[in-house]
């Protein structure tokens, strides 16, 4: 039997390498339409499913806060990431603990 494979991802907090199942995707939605104005859909993907464009972090509520300080979504996203967005996603990664 050859070794299984287990797919690394970098977390865009901390920046180390883990497997993808330890990681919480966050997508970006692709756009409905090219509007400036348009928000950016960024949410976090529990379910690994949803479509769109994804950047990884830690189940770790610190590595979002270093990733929203560095801006490293906006940078993986080439948009910008509204605060109330990452204030979202704060409380649903403290919230996905329990
Ligand atoms: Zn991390």
Same mark, same amino acid.
Request: glycine residues 8%; contains cysteine.
């Given at each position: ?7 690394? $991802? ?14 919480? $995707? ?16 960024i ?24 990733? $929203? ?13 509204? @605060?109330?967005?990452? @204030? ?7 919230g996905?603990?329990?």
């Open positions: 039997m050859r070794p299984k494979k287990i797919p690394m $991802r970098m977390c865009a907090g901390c920046g180390e390498m883990k497997p993808k199942k330890e990681l919480i $995707r966050v997508v970006k939605a692709p756009a409905k339409e090219e509007s400036e104005n348009a928000a950016p859909e949410s976090i993907d529990l379910t690994g499913k949803k479509p769109g464009r994804g950047a990884y972090l830690c189940h770790d509520i610190e590595c979002l806060k270093k990733a $929203r300080k560095a801006r490293r979504f906006e940078k993986a996203f080439s948009c910008k990431i509204p @605060d109330e967005v990452y @204030d979202k996603m704060e409380g649903e990664l403290a996905a603990d329990g």
